[in-house]
């Protein structure tokens, strides 16, 4: 972090090899969000809330940082430098984590269907299905189409276009993840409706929580392309970081559309 540049061996080939510090940065930035977040939750009343929350603050901030480096440092600093193909490895990457973030939420929805054995609905619910679930959904369902919409433009060698629905895929994600922090303000303070408020609560903030942590992971990832395409990298052939980027972003569209259904709108009707 002292402006050193990084270290760099080549490999076969040419090929550049970084010896790169923002992988422990993410790191260092996800271990102190991961331990202030379970101090907020087992500390019960021995430990103050406030410090830890900001500490889990800090983390992430520091972990969005240092995937944002490592993103600019992996593909936007050497694009030009390389001409070879990485397309199978970064797409087989990205579906292989997809499917382990299959059995992620799938985790949270089984604790869901357990909380769901038992009488519902385990006290008070708040006002769930409401306008703003409802307007958060259409503009990440929209977004999807958007980003879908870029990459149509760029295959079709409109870069202008390209960049155009891309910048917008970009703030429909920060109008997501706004419009999520503000449900969340809603419930807490207007409707007392808190993660410490049941079984219910704790399912339902952390499914949402999750996801609300990939969106934002993925509005990084789609900030990096949108930075990419600004300097002119993407073309028809090379255009693998828009593929896996949307594929990611495809992912967590269906993930909000299950978890509204099952969470959202099952838990009143059910």
């Given at each position: 972090m002292d402006g050193t540049p990084d270290v760099a061996t080549h490999g076969e080939g040419g090929q550049?090899?970084?010896?790169?510090?923002?992988?422990?940065v993410a790191a260092v930035g996800a271990a102190t969000l991961y331990g202030g977040g379970?101090?907020?939750?087992?500390?019960?009343s021995l430990l103050p809330r406030l410090?830890?929350?900001?500490?889990?603050?800090?983390?992430?901030?520091?972990?969005?940082?240092?995937?944002?480096?490592?993103?600019?440092?992996?593909?936007?600093?050497?694009?030009?430098?390389?001409?070879a193909d990485r397309s199978r490895i970064y797409m087989?990457?990205?579906?292989?984590?997809?499917?382990?973030?299959?059995?992620?939420?799938?985790?949270?929805?089984?604790?869901?269907?357990?909380?769901?054995?038992?009488?519902?609905?385990?006290?008070?619910?708040?006002?769930?299905?409401?306008?703003?679930?409802?307007?958060?959904?259409?503009v990440l369902v929209v977004s999807s189409g958007t980003i879908h919409l870029a990459h149509g433009a760029l295959e079709a060698g409109r870069r202008r276009r390209f960049v155009r629905w891309l910048a917008v895929t970009v703030g429909l994600g920060v109008v997501f993840v706004a419009g999520q922090i503000y449900e969340y303000y809603e419930f807490v303070?207007?409707?007392?409706?808190?993660?410490?408020?049941?079984?219910f609560a704790s399912a339902f903030f952390g499914l949402t929580g999750l996801h609300g942590l990939h969106v934002t992971l993925g509005v990084v990832m789609l900030g990096t392309v949108l930075v990419r395409a600004l300097q002119g990298q993407f073309v028809e052939g090379r255009d693998t970081g828009v593929r896996t980027v949307a594929l990611y972003w495809h992912?967590?569209?269906?993930?909000?559309?299950?978890?509204?259904?099952v969470l959202y709108v099952g838990a009143v009707v059910g």
């Open positions: 550049t090899h970084h010896a790169s510090r923002w992988p422990i379970g101090l907020v939750l087992a500390g019960g410090p830890l929350l900001g500490l889990a603050g800090v983390g992430v901030v520091v972990l969005f940082v240092g995937l944002a480096g490592w993103a600019y440092e992996a593909f936007v600093a050497d694009y030009w430098a390389t001409q087989g990457g990205m579906i292989l984590f997809l499917v382990s973030d299959v059995a992620t939420f799938a985790a949270g929805f089984v604790y869901y269907a357990f909380v769901r054995v038992g009488s519902w609905p385990p006290g008070e619910l708040p006002p769930l299905v409401g306008s703003l679930v409802l307007a958060n959904t259409l303070v207007h409707e007392e409706f808190a993660l410490s408020s049941g079984v992912f967590v569209d269906v993930v909000w559309v299950f978890l509204v259904a």
